[in-house]
Nanobody, 121 residues
Framework: QVQLVESGGDLVQAGGSLRLSCAAS????????MGWYRQAPGKQRELVAT???????NYADSVKGRFTISRDNAKNTVYLQMNSLKPEDTAVYYC???????????????WGQGTQVTVSS
């Protein structure tokens, strides 16, 4: 019923920038939270940034001042602008949304398929 489609992952040199996008499609009624997580090889998935409707924006300490999360509510799309990228930012980035579909008020967690970000030194 709902799909999260990510785009924007790429290979970039250290110090460069990338912009990730994630669009929620399908029978989306209301969105509570959208955000980004990442998973590097051999490591657990970790929060990068989340944006809650009418609530706070959260960033991992490691990305504060370099990454900016934003949302286009009309398009049900969340963006992650990543500047001053470092090799340690290399990971698969996953979009997450907590939302309700039409006909219910129950919020459910959805995940995208992931997009690879590789930062070369």
């Amino acid at each position: 019923q709902v799909q999260l489609v990510e785009s924007g992952g790429d290979l970039v040199q250290a110090g460069g920038s990338l912009r990730l996008s994630c669009a929620a499609s399908g029978r989306v009624s209301s969105i509570n939270t959208m955000g980004w997580y990442r998973q590097a090889p051999g490591k657990q998935r970790e929060l990068v940034a989340t944006l809650t409707t009418g609530g706070p924006t959260n960033y991992a300490d490691s990305v504060k001042g370099r990454f900016t999360i934003s949302r286009d509510n009309a398009k049900n799309t969340v963006y992650l602008q990543m500047n001053s990228l470092k090799p340690e930012d290399t990971a698969v980035y996953y979009c997450h949304a907590q939302l309700a579909v039409f006909g219910t008020s129950i919020k459910v967690n959805y995940w995208g398929q992931g997009t690879q970000v590789t930062v070369s030194s």
